[in-house]
């Protein structure tokens, strides 16, 4: 009786440290995310990336910015909304042309571990509180004045970024929602 415990709980034991070194071999969220983002870098046609700061609920100031890939070079548009003096929205667009893009700048999110308090990929759906001061990193974009943590959703679909929405505050009070859109 006691020979066939110990082969049992040994049994038990190897069945357990199997499971354990597959789990452990398998990618975690954030490294799928980064390889999802390269590849979605690679093969994207169109990318719409939208800043909008609102301040007690009433938007002050938006810019977007359209970048649309025809045969490898690109055809950007970009549009700046602010409040005017006489607190009516003027909006400034411009479209350019530019040959030769560099696709990995369109999407350049960083997903390494240390950006996030905590993160999860749950039906190509990957959410994350971003740690604010490494919401730059993230990004891969400039400076925010961040106030406290960021809340970060990205939504992906056949291992391509369909779009993602990250909202913060900044340390004027403000709030920020980033969207990103791409097509491929």
Do not use: H
């Not at 990618?27 to 990336?49: D, G, L, R």
Request: hydrophobic share 40%; aromatic share 10%; net charge negative.
């Amino acid at each position: 009786m006691k020979k066939k415990i110990i082969i049992l709980a040994s049994a038990l034991l190897v069945a357990i440290l199997a499971v354990l070194i597959v789990i452990l071999s398998l990618p975690s969220a954030t490294e799928k995310c980064e390889k999802w983002m390269q590849n979605s870098a690679n093969n994207t046609t169109f990318v719409k990336t939208a800043f909008e700061v609102t301040d007690k609920g009433e938007k002050v100031f938006a810019y977007s910015e359209s970048v649309e890939i025809i045969e490898g070079n690109a055809e950007i548009t970009k549009s700046t909304s602010r409040l005017n003096p006489s607190y009516e929205f003027s909006t400034i667009s411009e479209s350019s042309f530019v040959e030769g893009i560099n696709r990995e700048d369109l999407l350049n999110f960083a997903f390494d571990k240390k950006y996030f308090e905590e993160s999860s990929l749950k039906k190509d759906v990957f959410t994350a509180t971003v740690i604010g001061d490494c919401l730059d990193e993230f990004l891969g974009s400039e400076a925010f004045n961040v106030s406290g943590n960021a809340q970060a959703t990205l939504s992906f679909e056949n291992e391509m970024l369909k779009g993602a929405v990250i909202t913060f505050s900044l340390q004027s009070g403000k709030q920020v929602t980033v969207t990103v859109e791409c097509e491929y």
